[in-house]
């Protein structure tokens, strides 16, 4: 079958994040759409300007129309930003029957009851995952995941380059100025970093969350909005004294009154989750009545967090042209005849680390005795602890930690241990992953 052309209006941060994803990862994307996705054309000011993405086989233009005029390009993807030029796009990519995916929530926040009543007369799809925390597709959890519930609150950390500040500040003892010159080289912040510093990016998609939480329509003029920009080292330090961490929060909550809808600077107890979120990292809770709180965690910012959300909208959009109606998403996410034969592995040959207890007799050369035979299969040690044995118990606890080893040598190892006389019990072994 033909690809499915797609046009990008914007090749920066995220336009390029996306080229990169979908070329790297094509074969996949195309086993889950059913239709390759191919860039045709990509908008950019500057075709000169050093890229992130490489460029080869896309019609590179300095006139956005172009993109949105060309009849061969079925979905535009708005990755521009703003909400003057961004939106006129939008409204004649939506006017010409074509979908639209974007990553702007200014656009959405401001303007999408007016783009989403136009999609809906004209039956094209307007996706924008990408617009709320990065890479987590929060949108789908709430319109898809948490159907069944009541939502009784959200709560974000929903900027990331404001989460980056304040860890920065914290960790590093860096000035606010500093972070955000480094924010901004990462591509985390916006064209004009007061949006992310003001809270007026997280009000942005705190007014997105919220609509979708609680079913009602977007209003970002009524976000309660304070920025970070007042905070100092010594309020974060003071906090942390109080046992408190100090984060910035999106804050929607349904109440009898009313619903609250805020954004502001936030002390959070140290233990909860939220609190150590770090970075760039963004996460939500939703609370739902049936399934109580959710975490839903991940990068927040930056060119290929986005882009993962950006394509799975794009996959989204061309499931429509490619699945059954019943079942447009595939029920087992790939199209039925890409499904892959790759085997699954027997746990013999997954190789992580391990924690290893053992229970020994009180004698000289045990340890030694073990250590040979760890080594002898290429199992090599990371750590060993050795217990005194507890009162009236003749027997000693022996801990290791292994670095990585297919298990299929550890049980080769095992046997042999557990052979040795001075070893009175089966070993003992817990897989260990750091999960880097
Ligand atoms: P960039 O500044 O990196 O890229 C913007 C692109 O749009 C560039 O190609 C640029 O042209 C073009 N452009 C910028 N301003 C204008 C303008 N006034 N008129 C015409 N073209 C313009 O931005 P990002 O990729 O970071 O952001 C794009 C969108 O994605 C924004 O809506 C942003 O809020 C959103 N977003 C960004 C995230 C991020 O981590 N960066 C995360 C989630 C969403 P040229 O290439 O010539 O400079
Ligand atoms: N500037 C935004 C942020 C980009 O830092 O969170 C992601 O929406």
């Known amino acids: 079958m033909h690809p499915v052309k797609i046009g990008l209006l914007g090749l920066g941060t995220v336009g390029g994040g996306t080229v990169n994803v979908l070329a790297r990862n094509t074969r996949e994307i195309t086993r889950r759409a059913g239709r390759e996705i191919q860039v045709a054309k990509a908008f950019t000011r500057d075709p000169e300007k050093p890229r992130i993405c ?3 086989g896309i019609d590179l233009v300095t006139d956005p129309w172009e993109v949105v005029e060309d009849p061969e390009i079925a979905i535009v993807a708005e990755l521009i930003g703003g909400t003057s030029l961004a939106k006129e796009l939008v409204l004649r990519a939506i006017e010409l029957g074509k979908h639209v995916v974007t990553a702007n929530k200014a656009l959405i926040a401001l303007h999408g009851n007016e783009i989403f009543s136009r999609a809906s007369e004209q039956g094209v799809m307007v996706a924008f995952e990408a617009a709320v925390a990065g890479g987590i597709p929060i949108i789908k959890v709430l319109r898809e995941g948490l159907t069944g519930n009541r939502i ?7 900027n990331g380059t404001g989460n980056f500040i304040l860890t920065g500040m914290r960790d590093q003892g860096r000035v606010f100025d500093d972070v955000l010159t480094e924010a901004q080289a990462l591509g985390y912040a916006e064209a004009n970093p007061a949006f992310d510093v003001e809270g007026i990016d997280a009000a942005h998609k705190l007014t997105i969350l919220a609509a ?15 920025g970070i920009t007042r905070i100092t080292p010594e309020d974060i330090r003071y906090a942390q004294e109080l046992g408190y961490q100090i984060k910035h929060l999106g804050i929607a909550r349904q109440t009898p009154d009313g619903i609250e809808l805020r954004v502001h600077l936030c002390l959070i107890p140290a233990r909860r989750l939220l609190a150590n979120v770090e970075g760039v990292m963004n996460a939500v809770v939703v609370k739902g009545d049936a399934v109580g709180p959710t975490l839903y965690y991940g990068p927040g910012a930056g060119a290929e967090p986005t882009a993962s959300a950006v394509v799975a909208d794009l996959v989204d959009v061309v499931r429509v042209f490619t699945a ?16 892959s034969d790759l085997p699954v592995l027997p746990i013999s040959e997954i190789e992580t680390a391990y924690y290893l207890r053992l229970k020994v007799a009180d004698q000289p050369g045990v340890l030694a005795d073990i250590a040979r035979i760890l080594a002898d299969h290429e199992i090599s040690i990371e750590a060993v602890i050795q217990k005194e044995p507890q009162e009236g118990q003749m027997d000693l606890p022996l801990i290791f930690l292994t670095h990585k080893v297919k298990e299929k040598a550890l049980d080769a190892a095992a046997a042999k241990i557990e052979a040795l006389p001075a070893v009175k019990a089966p070993l003992y072994r817990i897989r260990l992953e750091t999960l880097e």
């Not at 009784?152 to 950390?157: H, L, P």
């Not at 979708?212 to 304070?226: M, R, S």
């Not at 109606?325 to 087992?332: A, D, E, S, T």
């Open 324 to 339: 059954d109606p019943g079942n447009r998403v595939p029920h087992l996410a790939f199209q039925p005849d890409a499904l």
């Open 152 to 158: 009784e609150w959200v709560a974000g950390i929903i």
């Open 54 to 56: 490489g460029t080869e």
């Open 212 to 226: 979708i939480a609680f079913g009602i329509p977007l209003q970002y003029d009524k976000v309660y909005t304070e």
